[in-house]
């Protein structure tokens, strides 16, 4: 039968095939699992998967969790042919595209650094990057009652960054006069626009807060890979407006 069981003793067991899924509803294939009575308890078996996701094991109750520590549990009463689905570890978290959970924190890199983002839920993790001098496609508005006056030759942006096994979603505040778009940075007579744990707040200028609005940049992916895990792609300049991430990216555990 797949997947025969080792014993810390040496001893060779046949039992049930139990087929083992993990994130997205993927078989956790040649992946090596440990075997407990309890959580927490006595390790029983140290086994590895068969090419298709399988084990064995005789009838009984289990505590199963992975070796590489990304999943922890559940337990599992067998009695017969079974499946069963692993439940991401404390620091884990599933993402589209891989069948074991990535960390909790991820790294961002693009053309204006590297940033931390942190999972929030099931709909990805988020984060926040800064570009510290967005060049001269920001215009003189010559909009007195904005309380805007000349073009600086830097501009500093902040963005927030979502991602979730794909491309990025990237937004950005901006604001509108006369059909032109034009980025919200801080300059005469502005309320910087911030961004905390993801979320981005775009404040608003006293004479122009209907205009604030956001932005939002996807990008393309190159390459990726769940082992190790690294996600890479590019992001189109855009505009109007100029994007602030735009270039090559990357994230990575």
């Not at 909009?143 to 073009?151: L, M, V």
């Not at 190790?228 to 555990?253: H, I, K, M, N, Q």
Request: aromatic share 10%.
């Amino acid at each position: 039968m797949p997947g025969v069981m080792q014993a810390p003793g040496g001893c060779n067991c046949e039992g049930y095939s139990i087929l083992c899924y993990g994130c997205n509803n993927g078989a956790l294939d040649n992946y090596a699992i440990d075997v407990y009575d309890t959580s927490g308890g006595t390790l029983l078996f140290s086994l590895t998967t068969d090419s298709t996701g399988h084990i064995s094991l005789r009838a009984g109750t289990y505590w199963l969790q992975s070796h590489d520590g990304r999943y922890a549990g559940p337990s599992i009463t067998v009695s017969s042919n079974a499946t069963v689905t692993l439940t991401p570890a404390s620091g884990y978290a599933c993402i589209v595209g891989c069948p074991f959970p990535i960390s909790k924190t991820l790294h961002f890199t693009d053309s204006n650094g590297t940033w931390t983002l942190t999972w929030a839920s099931a709909s990805g993790w988020f984060g926040c990057g800064t570009n510290p001098s967005v060049p001269s496609c920001i215009v003189s508005l010559g909009q007195p009652t904005c309380g805007q006056q000349g073009n600086p030759a830097a501009a500093s942006i902040v963005y927030s960054i979502q991602v979730n096994g794909g491309a990025p979603s990237i937004k950005y505040c901006k604001f509108s006069i006369g059909g032109g778009n034009y980025l919200n940075y801080h300059g005469d007579g502005t309320d910087t626009a911030s961004c905390s744990g993801g979320v981005l707040a775009c404040n608003a200028w006293p004479s122009c807060a209907s205009y604030i609005s956001t932005q939002i940049a996807a990008g393309s992916v190159t390459s990726s890979s769940c082992s190790p895990f690294s996600v890479s792609g590019t992001l189109p300049a855009g505009g109007p407006p100029y994007d602030p991430a735009a270039g090559s990216w990357t994230y990575t555990e």
